[in-house]
């Protein structure tokens, strides 16, 4: 991405972070990034543009953390089943931990879109991201890094998390969850679940285990 276009999000974003979007002033975010205003039109053609590309980034961003919580490690084929229970789980906590701290991430996956956050590419267009379409992809993912994995087992990880998203317990998905999601899954908690992927910077949402907090 080249550096003027990269420098503007990063702007965009910590704008977002501060007030809400109809309230971002397209000059202010040209001064932040250091180039001009024409520069900013130039690349995404307005604010629109530029809020599309905001929400573009949010999903690419989640979805790399997906793809580290899916990452396999060094572990013998009899732990082999321990080790994709435990990548689901970190998965269904990543995805929590995203939603809660990344309003963005949780308008991607519930279709919640508040007044306060850029609106989404229309519907129609190539860019559009229907209510689902993250989610399923989060799914499709984890059943192409974990084959022969079931895709039902992939999609019971999916929608644990985002039960937790829509209707957030206590905390969020820790220990006593994580485990719960493995029986649910069919594999002992108590198996070894491999070491862990690296996953983005965020909120602790539980003490160390085979989860993308741990990460």
């Not at 984890?142 to 087992?153: Q, V």
């Amino acid at each position: 991405m080249p550096a003027g276009r990269e420098a503007l999000l990063r702007a965009a974003g910590a704008a977002l972070s501060a007030r809400p979007w109809p309230a971002v002033r397209m000059v202010e975010v040209a001064a932040a990034a250091g180039v001009s205003r024409q520069t900013l039109y130039n690349e995404f053609g307005g604010k629109d543009g530029l809020g599309r590309a905001l929400v573009r980034r949010a999903a690419e961003e989640y979805l790399d953390g997906v793809d580290r919580a899916l990452a396999p490690g060094p572990l013998s084929a009899a732990d082999a089943d321990a080790d994709a229970a435990g990548r689901l789980a970190a998965v269904a906590e990543w995805t929590v931990r995203a939603a809660r701290t990344r309003p963005l991430v949780r308008a991607l996956l519930t279709g919640g879109w508040e007044p306060a956050l850029p609106a989404p590419p229309p519907p129609g267009t190539r860019q559009a991201l229907a209510p689902g379409d993250l989610a399923r992809t989060v799914r499709d993912r984890a059943a192409a890094a974990l084959s022969p994995e079931p895709a039902w087992r992939c999609e019971l990880a999916v929608r644990l998390a985002l039960s937790y998203v829509i209707a957030p317990g206590e905390d969020a998905i820790g220990d006593r969850a994580a485990a719960e999601l493995l029986r649910l899954l069919g594999v002992p908690a108590g198996l070894p679940a491999g070491p862990p992927a690296q996953a983005p910077p965020g909120p602790r949402l539980s003490a160390p285990n085979r989860t993308a907090g741990a990460r």
